[in-house]
């Protein structure tokens, strides 16, 4: 059962501006980064989505690194991609708890109204029965 709200949350997180098309789009260029690479540099396709993962998540082992002009300029691509995408999920995080936030603000509001209410409730209610309580005694 917690697993289906984690769900719930995850899937408030990627909708949260626009995240889930910045990483369609970040896997998208992973993609056709490491295929890039791998036939300007001349490596298997494996080191090439290790290469692509590694700059783009901005650890960059230094293991596999481009020689060419090309793969330098997938490189810069992905270093780019992966430190927007870094700065995407952060801020989506934070907007979501500053969203939750809010809405325990308002049922908090909303909360006080109703106690008001049932206070003024209960104040008319005592009224009554002391009218009540007048009327019989007359």
């Known amino acids: ?26 896997l998208s260029l992973l993609i056709v980064g490491a295929i890039t690479y791998s036939m300007t ?21 230094g293991d596999i690194s481009p020689h060419t002009s090309v793969g330098k300029i997938v490189a810069l691509v992905l270093m780019l991609v992966g430190i927007g995408v870094i700065g995407m999920l952060t801020s989506s995080i934070a907007t979501y708890f500053v969203r939750e936030d809010n809405k325990a603000d308002d049922k908090d509001v909303q909360l006080e ?25 007359k």
């Open 41 to 61: 540099e001349h490596v298997s396709l494996a080191q090439s989505f290790w290469w692509a993962i590694a700059t783009a998540t901005t650890v960059g082992y």
């Open 1 to 26: 059962m917690r697993l289906v709200g984690l769900t719930g949350r995850l899937r408030k997180i990627l909708y949260t501006n626009g995240l889930i098309y910045l990483l369609y789009t970040s």
């Open 113 to 137: 109204k109703i106690m008001q209410k049932l206070d003024e409730f209960e104040k008319q209610n005592h009224d009554l029965k002391e009218e009540i309580k007048n009327l019989k005694q």
